[in-house]
């Protein structure tokens, strides 16, 4: 108890009186030998009597410097540059003439795996930081230190650090894929003025690349970013768009590692565009004729929102050129080739696109800002509804996080769906989405709690897949985004999401996903079983009348 008090009278006294502390370092960076680590210090005043060690070795400052907020201390000042593309404030060893040397005894090399770092004042202990009791260590982890706290968010060098902020009065025009997926695309960038800027994992649809070809061609400066390594590689059709926008002289960058650098995040998985700062498309789909089709044929489920609020749009411009001018994103040019082969499979839309006004809507990152997820589920009182592509757990004993935080709000009582996909790639293993569907009803019978799962009946709906990653939280809040509920998207992913408080637009969602779980079978489906009946019921006939007439000749 006593310990703990003494604690909370530090922090206030570093918080209140402008102590000098740790928070921010980087023990394991990413070049050789760990050249560019560092440590960021913040407080005001003097620094003389000040002191960082590890115990075994350290650096003390010139006599005179001073500190009004942070200050950077790097090993190595040029190793740092190559890093971060700016100089350190110091450095521990002299690499640069231009950067001021710290006084060092020791050379301080900080471990990977097991190490501390410790502030004095005076002699005196007012800081202590340790790995891995205190942060956990992992190669090019960022530790930060926020409102006292080490870590919230496991963000790695390169990545950004937005906050979750609140955006009110937006509008918003609710779409879903494939009823209407395209449709709204083509109108938003037809509706486009001055600028342009996607940001996208898969980009395939030649009539999206066209789409943004014309929108270029009339005087709109348009960018593109996608990811440059996706799982199988960047398919020949995507390469045929990027050909077709390049030769309209339509910029387009990868996401990747490159000139030595990592990049930044494991997968650039985000699926949006902000047109003139003022507007913001998202969605759950790539940019392909599977998640974008055209009107009258069959696609994947998603979701998608078009949002028009000019400081919802900003924060998402900002996040764009935040990636597209940091480390590892490069031009890519595309090769000619055939085009994507859109679907040929009927489908009759059943939801039109419809716009509603004051919603309140806060942006989703990752891995910036996902935990807000665990926060929108927690929130529940009464219903959540999932729809997922998958679910993954961390382990055979580990629960998915944003999974389990739905099953403990179903054991105090809110009743929990979970929609999964049924395509064939995610029921064919052993340990996919029919088994997962099968956990969680076990867990919901078992325990007795309104919990229940299942997979998509595709067929019935005419759906391609389920390629979702939505939430609808007591008919009155909804999730739209990117992030797949799996260890690796919402920690170390660029994703992009945005949570929508309106309850007529979480009706919307809502009837969308009633319609999923419990789906009528439809007229496009069967009409389409029908001619296939049909053709085997002709085909059938041609025979018997040939062979009577073969029979009639002999």
Known sequence: MRRTIAALILLVCVVQCGAVRIIEFCPDPYLHDDADEYLVLSGTGSLDGITVSDGESGFRFPPGTMINGKITIARDAISFNTTHNRMPDYEWYDYSPVVPDVISGDKLRMANSRDELMVYDHGALIQTVSWPKDVKPREGQVHYLEDGVWDRRPLLLGQSRFLTKAYKNVSVTTFVSPDNSNN?????????????????????????????????ERGVDVSILVEGGPVGGISPEEKAAIWTMNQ???????????????????FDHAKYLVIDSRAVLLTSENFKASGFPSEGTRGNRG?????????????????????????????????????????????????????????????????????????????????IDIEQAYITNESAYTLNPYLATAINASRRGVHVRVLLDAYWYNIEDEKDNDEMAALINHIGITEKIPLEAKCADLESNNLEKVHNKGVIVDNRSVLVSSINWNSNSPNFNREVGVIIENT??????????????????????????YLKIAGLVAVVAGLIIFFIWRLRRI
């Open 303 to 383: 979701w998608g929102v078009y949002l028009e609020d000019t400081e919802t749009a900003q924060y998402f411009e900002d996040v764009f050129l935040s990636d597209i001018r940091g480390p590892g994103s490069i031009p890519i040019a595309g090769t000619q080739g055939a085009p994507e082969s859109p679907s040929s499979v009927p489908y009759t839309p059943e939801f039109s696109s419809r716009r509603f006004a004051g919603a309140t809507v806060t942006p989703v990152l990752a891995p910036d800002t996902s935990y807000v997820i665990h926060d929108l589920l927690n929130s529940a009182q009464g219903t």
């Open 184 to 216: 709204v695309f083509l109108q938003a960038v037809a509706s486009a003025d001055r600028t342009v800027h996607v940001n996208v994992y898969e980009f395939s649809s030649q009539v999206m690349a066209q789409a943004l070809t014309d929108a270029h």
């Open 504 to 529: 007529e637009v979480a009706q919307y969602f809502k009837e969308v996903f009633e319609d999923d779980w419990q789906p009528v079978r439809h007229t496009t489906a069967r009409t389409f079983d």
């Open 248 to 266: 309209s002289g339509i910029p387009v960058y990868q996401m990747t590692a490159a000139g030595g650098q990592k990049a930044p995040y494991r």
